[in-house]
């Protein structure tokens, strides 16, 4: 399943952004997130220029490899390829993604891979949750769409955790550790104004860090952000999970954390899960043991600003001691 | 002899069992159990309540007035109709979950 190691890694930074355009076009790269390699081909410019952008510090392998997946977003033909362009995705499983406009660029790659690792990843579990790591301490974040996970988890990303996924959480089921899947983080709506400012205040040229801000997606305005060097350089670093919160965002709140049982917190991680059925007995094993070692609790928040500081007021009162 | 409640009748004569085959994975937490059955991929919650009842399946087949006995001696007095009823109910909910099923 994993691309063979001997293979040549090159970051691609290493390359130009004329060379890694040509090879987007061509053949491809053979990027490296996490557990998977993928093959990314990209037909339109605009799509390639946002890729080069978020994703130029990864690593490529520059021979061909065994790899997992492949995404190749292409226009049906010539004249939807230049003319009120379409973009197609095509994922090597089936045709049934609904063109977007390729104006909405990196929308449709990042859609394809979300299909595949949520639709065909069964060696690990799989939470929808924000996660995040340090010194020891993992943090599983579970949660609906909208509740502030992606954001929560790219602030304290950008406050020196390391990110393992804004709502892709992965399980080694053998060894029960996090396996980091730092993709570019997804930020909808007002959550893009609130990251762009948080990045201001602690990294140059923040701008950089940011897509484009793709508006009319079936989710509204998105935009993709970066993750912090440290978060890619450290994309095999795995933890094992240890502390599990329940985010709530409510503009009109006060900051709080409120005590949950364990049996909600197991029930609201199942639920979390997109393939606990399919993995079965293991899967109950493994988030049973998750809960049994965990600290659980909800966090209720106004501001990103007021939920990092309660994540670190968590930790900092009920698990440091334990990795001292 | 059929037993009922408002929503169901219940034969107190038949005799029930957990699966053999059933292999039931438990977690237990202060405020609930928790199974899982790989037979369905179902994951249940039972309160202590009913985690003493399917315990007492998980020591042999029963009909619902051998349950009931074997309840009494473990509360130590007279059953009232109260109990009997959420007895039934939760009997009626285990054969629900597939967790019994009938000899």
């Not at chain 1, 049973?288 to 600003?305: F, G, Q, W």
Request: charged fraction near 25%; glycine fraction near 6%.
């Amino acid at each position: 399943m994993k691309a063979i190691s001997t293979f040549h890694q090159i970051d691609l930074a290493a390359f130009s952004d004329q060379e890694l355009d040509r090879k987007l076009s061509g053949e491809g790269v053979q990027l490296e997130i996490g557990p998977f390699t993928v093959n990314v081909q990209l037909a339109f410019k605009n799509i390639r220029d946002d890729f080069i952008r978020i994703y130029r510090e990864y690593s490529f392998y520059d021979e061909p490899v065994i790899h997992d997946n492949y995404v190749h977003i292409y226009g049906r033909n010539f004249y939807r390829q230049h003319i009120k362009p379409q973009a197609f995705v095509d994922v090597g499983m089936n045709e049934d993604f609904i063109p977007l406009p390729a104006s909405m660029g990196m929308v449709s790659l990042e859609m394809g891979l979300n299909w595949q690792v949520a639709s065909a990843c069964k060696q690990y579990l799989m939470f929808h949750a924000g996660v995040v790591a340090k010194d020891g301490v993992g943090i599983i974040m579970p949660a609906a769409s909208g509740s502030g996970k992606s954001t929560l988890a790219a602030g304290l990303s950008y406050r020196g955790w390391q990110l393992h996924s804004d709502e892709f959480g992965l399980l080694d089921l053998d060894t029960e550790e996090l396996v980091p899947y730092p993709r570019a983080v997804s930020l909808k709506n007002e959550s893009i104004s609130v990251m762009k400012k948080w990045v201001s205040e602690s990294h140059d040229n923040h701008l950089d860090y940011f897509t484009d801000e793709y508006e009319g997606t079936p989710k509204g305005t998105i935009c993709y952000m970066r993750p912090t060097i440290e978060s890619i350089e450290a994309m095999h670093v795995r933890t094992t999970p240890n502390v599990v919160i329940l985010p709530i965002f409510d503009p009109t709140s006060k900051p709080e954390i409120r005590p949950v049982t364990k049996t909600m917190a197991f029930f609201r991680t199942v639920m979390s899960s997109a393939n606990y059925g399919d993995i079965g007995a293991d899967a109950f094993r493994a988030i049973s043991n998750l809960i049994d070692r965990s600290h659980v609790c909800e966090i209720v928040y106004p501001t990103l600003k007021d939920a990092v500081n309660l994540v670190e007021q968590i930790v900092s009162e009920n698990v440091g001691d334990k990795n001292e | 002899m059929a037993e009922n409640t408002q929503d169901f009748i219940f034969d107190s004569t038949a005799v029930y069992r957990i699966p053999s085959a059933a292999g039931f994975i438990w977690s237990e937490w202060d405020d609930a159990n928790i199974v899982y059955d790989p037979r369905s991929g179902h994951t249940q919650v039972l309160n202590d309540f009913a985690r003493e009842l399917l315990a007492l399946y998980e020591d042999g087949p029963k009909n619902l007035n051998s349950l009931y006995f074997e309840f009494e001696k473990i509360l130590e007095k007279k059953l009232d109709q109260t109990t009997k009823n959420q007895i039934l109910e939760t009997v009626n909910g285990f054969d629900a979950m597939g967790l019994i099923e009938p000899v």
